[in-house]
């Protein structure tokens, strides 16, 4: 999986949202300029000293935390370089330059806040979309992973219109490599989309409607119809990127214009029925009127029809969501998950 600790090089077209995320304004105490260094007031550190962001950070830890594996998230949504180094020491500890801090979780993001100011992370409280606290948490986790494939979904449109754009002819950007290697990194690509698609819709087949059936039968009939359809058109596209895959760069363009459209299609079907969950289906969980232990126990059983995109695909999913949406996320399995099922997710395959 390599979830934990890797990195990866991703060319222009897989590039996560950073640019989407809304720069809150500058408090009174940090107007005019960013200072170059942050005052620690919790944390344990040797010293607070003027560090170029261009410093590497290192993070040191067990690579069976998830505490380790939290933070390491954190600093990856920051953009800055980093360096995991393995620990037998179970308080994680955080170095940038000759700064040293260690502390929990909580006073090392604080840390991590104050030091790399953009993007923000942390709202502190889930009130995205207008959500609050007394949102059921598989609402919750759904709403996240609906945003994260509709961006992904968007993405790959562009990515496929400007394929067919330039007749699958070599892109501009060299990390693309030859039309060839573009070819499979899309299918690559759409490999990972599939798979949280399809283990999305599972998820919900298997978890989520049976408790609505459950208080008012014929409510997700629509629902599941809509996933009947989804999914001969995603099998399609795979089709349709396979026999690409096998044709010469010259003769291809025509079967990247039916790509493209068939993902216009796709995009367009998935944010049609995404946004008739969130207005008709998700609204009625939260009518169900769970207790806290109910809620936790569908969240884990949501995760568990969910694990191979979680083991094999979590860097993806996380992708398709801004920094603050990512953590969220992460807070959710954090808080509500089951520790040993997040620790497979999170800490199997530790790259260093």
Known sequence: MGTCF??????????SPFDLVVKPPPSSSAAATAPPTQRIPTATA????????????????????????YLRFALLHKKVPLRFVPSEDQK????????????????LLRYIEDKFPEPRLMIW???????DEATPLIVRAIWLQHRSMLWHMERMLRWSEDLA??????????????????????????????????????MEER?????????DRGMCKSANEEHGRELPMMNGIKEDIKSIGVLD????????FSLASRFKSLQMMCKTHFEEEEKDLLPMVEAAEMGKEKQKKLLNQSLEVMSGTHSNSFDFLLEGLTPQEAMQYLDLLMKFGDPNLISSFLCSDVVD
Do not use: W
């Open 125 to 131: 409280k889930f009130n995205l979309e207008g959500f």
């Open 165 to 202: 754009a330039r007749g699958g002819k070599k892109a501009v950007d060299p990390s693309v490599g030859t039309p060839k290697m573009e070819i499979r990194k899309f299918a690559k690509s759409y490999t990972h989309l599939q798979e949280l698609m399809l283990e999305h819709a599972q």
């Open 46 to 69: 040797t010293k607070t000293e003027t560090v170029s962001f261009a410093a590497t950070v290192r993070l040191y830890g067990p690579p069976n935390s998830l505490v380790t594996s």
């Open 249 to 256: 760069s010259g003769i291809c363009s025509e079967a990247l």
């Open 92 to 107: 994680p500890t955080i170095q940038v330059g000759s700064e040293t801090v260690s502390g929990s979780q909580e006073v």
């Open 6 to 15: 890797s990195s990866s090089t991703k060319s222009t077209a897989e590039i």
């Open 207 to 215: 978890i989520l409607f049976p408790v609505l059936e459950s208080v």
